[in-house]
């Protein structure tokens, strides 16, 4: 028996050091760059979205702007002869290419590459993690990593856990176990037998009551008969936790912030892991790079760290790119004169018309006035000519006496305000000057005319107000249209007097009536003419220009909606509404930007032959659309299955 053990300890030796030693030949293999993992792009085909039912053909008919019929074919050269022969697109699985032209949607591109880790460089017993970095206009973040773990480092990871589970299952939760209830029953039996008889009584008893009925508290009897030493070995137990952890699970498995983390069981071929990063677009972001970073380990040590790969490139093609940037102007009618106006609550005593400043809010209503004709006076822009004062009252009292009081009221704030207005110029730094020899003297005051108007009773606004109180009830209102008809303004009053809500009229809604409207009369300095017509920048339409090119199309959009011009119509193809986008571009002149753009439409929505002729008219109108055409993945897609623009 113990020679079988021998031998059987003898070959898990020998296999052990067998498997060490691939290992490290493996890692060596690694270290000197063969195998090592590579981070390519996908497939460099673009398909396009096919919106239509279409016939797809692998030549087409299209007529140049002279009318001629041209022939188009899918085709490829032939490296011995050098000729066009019209084959099928085949599809690679991998490309070696370090760039790819991406399309911009909606403020946003996918990033689409391959992580391919050879099967060479896989083992068992090692965790691979690889770092794609991404870098842009000059900042980097780190992606989400993949892992890839060995199945016989997966195994450790989990007995690690298990080791700690185990330790955990001894550490004892309940604490009453640590007591000899036996014991401390025989206790309470023969010495306090008055408690044991509540041995099966559940009526709660406080540790104090326990304490003064007996002399030793409930904590005192189960310290007593409780198991100290087992007691401390638990709780240095707990205390160990974290410790015993770190011991045990030396490389946590980890779910959280990784985009893969995979197990491979055996080693049949490469693997290969498809990335795709969405990312939010910003201005001036035309490029992105991906490098691929990783490490190599075996348990929490680290074997080897992956060099940076070769950086993959995405140019990022939007066609806020294409945005037309001329200033937009409209006109604008400048008027000579001008109006402002407001609306103030003076409260007058009941038959009065002299101001009281501590009545109500007088102070602060008057002062709020002043402040206003403060501004006016010291605007630059504009002179102020007249101020016309309006005074309403409210209906109790015979009508032509509040005819009278509404005169009188109005009169009383213009003599007020045109004091104030007086004292307000002298205030004024302009009001005076200093002549060619330093003396200080005062400008002449320009007198500003008070224009005073009267309407009486404010029936009107009482209307207003009752239709939109919420103490009134339906049938209260009612009744006050019912009595608003009479044409007779003091039977109305009379009326209204005798209805149980008057008295919430008279207190509440009369005292906002008796109001002062102000209306403040303008004109332009040194401007003669009435009006003049001159030409602004249009703010509304740059803002959307400006949203546009920091592709944000919803504000765009929002914005630019009305012109429905060329602007409109790259909006619209940023979120993807093509049809409307097609609407308006249809309709204007085709200049080359206009042929160009519904190239791309017609090519999203899968009519080729319609896109290849557009396009060609662009580029020629315009040589630069040729270049253009290789970052939209739209057009290049067609460039390369029709080989346009051979001849550049």
Request: a neutral charge.
């Amino acid at each position: 028996m113990k020679v079988k053990t021998a031998v059987i300890i003898g070959a898990i030796a020998v296999f052990a050091l067998t498997y060490s030693c691939g290992s490290q030949r493996k890692l060596s293999a690694i270290k000197s760059g063969n195998p090592a993992a590579s981070l390519v792009l996908g497939k460099d085909v673009y398909v396009p979205e096919v919106k239509q039912v279409q016939t797809m053909r692998d030549t087409l008919r299209i007529k140049d702007d002279d009318g001629r019929e041209l022939m188009i074919m899918k085709a490829f050269r032939d490296e011995e002869t050098g000729d066009m022969v019209a084959t099928e697109t085949l599809d690679a699985a991998i490309v070696t290419a370090r760039f790819r032209n991406i399309a911009e949607r909606h403020g946003k591109v996918d990033l689409a590459f391959q992580i391919i880790v050879p099967a060479a460089m896989q083992d068992s017993k090692w965790q691979l993690r690889f770092y794609p970095d991404m870098y842009m206009l000059g900042d980097v973040e780190r992606l989400e990593p993949v892992v890839i773990t060995g199945n016989s480092y997966r195994k450790a990871q989990l007995r690690g856990y298990q080791q700690y589970e185990r330790f955990l299952s001894r550490i004892v939760e309940d604490t009453t176990r640590f007591v000899n209830m036996r014991a401390l029953e025989i206790f309470l039996r023969r010495n306090i037998p008055q408690l044991y008889a509540f041995k099966t009584d559940s009526t709660f008893v406080s540790d104090e009551q326990f304490y003064t009925m007996y002399g030793v508290s409930e904590r005192e009897a189960v310290e007593h008969y409780t198991n100290q030493i087992a007691r401390s070995i638990n709780e240095r137990r707990k205390e160990k936790m974290d410790e015993m952890y770190a011991k045990y699970v030396k490389v946590p498995i980890v779910t959280e912030g990784i985009r893969l983390d995979t197990v491979m069981v055996d080693k049949k071929g490469d693997f290969i892991y498809n990335y795709v990063q969405t990312i939010a677009t910003r201005p001036r972001l035309r490029k992105v790079d991906i490098v691929l970073s990783g490490d190599i380990y075996e348990q929490d040590k680290k074997l080897y760290a992956i060099p940076e790969s070769d950086p993959l490139t995405f140019y990022i093609s939007s066609v806020s790119g294409l945005t037309d940037q001329t200033e937009r102007y409209m006109t604008k009618v400048i008027e000579r004169h001008a109006d402002a106006n407001t609306t103030s609550n003076i409260d007058f005593k009941v038959g009065k018309s002299n101001i009281d400043l501590e009545l109500g809010n007088n102070r602060r209503e008057l002062g709020r006035i002043r402040k206003t004709l403060s501004a006016l006076l010291q605007n630059d822009t504009y002179l102020l000519d007249s101020i016309i004062v309006t005074a309403y009252a409210s209906p109790e009292g015979r009508e032509s006496l509040n005819w009278r009081l509404s005169r009188a009221r109005s009169e009383a704030i213009s003599r007020y305000l045109d004091d104030q207005i007086k004292v307000l110029q002298d205030s004024l730094d302009r009001a005076v000057h200093y002549d060619e020899s330093g003396r200080r003297v005062r400008a002449d005051r320009v007198r500003i005319p008070f224009l005073s108007r009267y309407r009486g009773e404010n029936w009107d606004r009482l209307d207003i107000l009752v239709d939109g109180d919420d103490y009134l009830t339906e049938g209260d209102k009612s009744r006050y249209d019912l009595l608003r008809r009479v044409p007779d303004l003091d039977g109305r009053e009379a009326l209204l007097g005798r209805e149980r809500f008057y008295p919430y009229l008279r207190d509440k809604l009369y005292p906002r009536l008796r109001s002062v409207a102000f209306d403040f009369h303008m004109h332009r300095k040194d401007m003669v003419k009435d009006t003049i017509h001159t030409t602004v920048l249009d703010s509304t339409y740059m803002r959307g220009v400006n949203a546009l090119l920091n592709m944000d199309y919803d504000a765009a959009l929002a914005l630019l909606r009305p012109y429905e011009d060329f602007n409109t119509a790259i909006a619209y193809m940023g979120l993807d509404r093509d049809w409307s986008a097609m609407d308006i571009l249809s309709k204007m002149y085709p200049s080359a930007p206009v042929n160009y753009l519904i190239a791309i439409l017609n090519a999203r929505m899968g009519n080729e032959e319609e896109a290849v002729a557009r396009y060609l008219r662009a580029c020629g109108q315009d040589p630069s659309f040729v270049h253009r055409g290789n970052l939209d993945p739209e057009i290049s897609y067609l460039i390369k299955a029709y080989n346009l623009n051979e001849e550049e």
